[in-house]
C-alpha cells in the first residue's frame, strides 16, 4: 500500500468513527506534524500518518477501551490512575489490524 492509499485510507476511517471536531484536529496535526519533520529532517510521510492517526480511538466509549486494555494485558494501574491515555494504545492494536504491521511502523504507532 503506498503512502497516499494509506493516507486516504486513514482518512476515510477517521470521517467514519471520529466527530467533525476531532476529525479537522487530526488534520491540522497531520498538517503540523509533517511541517516540523521537514524542520528537523525526519521522515515526512511518516510524521503525517501519526499525526492523523493519534486520535483515532479518542472517542471510542472508556468502558471499551478499558476492556480492550484488560483483555491486551495492560497494566492495571494505567487503566485505573490513567484511563485517559488508553486511546493511544488502542488506536496502534486498531492501526495493526487494518493496515498489518510495516516497516517503519514503529514509529507511527509509538506516536
Known sequence: MSHEERRQAIIRYLEEHLSPARYRHSLEVARLARELARRFGVQEEGAELAGL?????KEVPMAEQQA????AGLDADIIRYAPQVLHGPLAA???KELFGELPGDEAILEA
Do not use: I, L, P
Open 53 to 57: 492517526w493519534h486520535d483515532a480511538a
Open 68 to 71: 480492550w486494555a484488560r483483555k
Open 93 to 95: 492494536e486498531r492501526w
